[in-house]
């Protein structure tokens, strides 16, 4: 599977953005994806996920209650909305996929920028 993250962009502090993944072939419903993090300087971080069965999500503590992972399977794509935004969150933000039930990511996305001006 091929991933084209997109929606990245400058936003002040308070402000929001929605990101979105799109997946290429015809087997995404049976993928997990995810969305991950890597600011300047430090390692690439997990930021959210939903599962490909039942649609269960999980967040890093960090973006609880802020960001919300969806996807639309009819679109094959994942969308994170990112609210309340804040400028420690600025970093590019990569999308990556999983078949259900694995635990290592195997394909991810291209990255997108976010940067958030205090």
């Known amino acids: 599977v091929q991933l084209q993250a997109s929606g990245g962009g400058l936003v002040q502090a308070g402000g929001s953005l929605r990101l979105s993944c799109a997946a290429s072939?015809?087997?995404?419903?049976?993928?997990?994806m995810g969305w991950f993090r890597q600011a300047p300087g430090e390692e690439r971080k997990f930021v959210a996920a939903?599962?490909?069965?039942?649609?269960?999500?999980s967040y890093a503590d960090s973006v609880k209650g802020r960001f919300t992972i969806s996807r639309d399977n009819a679109k094959n794509t994942v969308y994170l909305q990112m609210n309340s935004l804040k400028p420690e969150d600025t970093a590019v933000y990569y999308c990556?996929?999983?078949?259900?039930?694995?635990?290592?990511?195997?394909?991810w996305g291209q990255g997108t920028q976010v940067t958030v001006s205090s």
């Open positions: 990556a996929a999983k078949r259900y039930g694995f635990i290592k990511y195997d394909y």
């Open positions: 939903i599962t490909a069965i039942g649609g269960s999500t």
């Open positions: 072939g015809r087997t995404f419903s049976t993928f997990d």
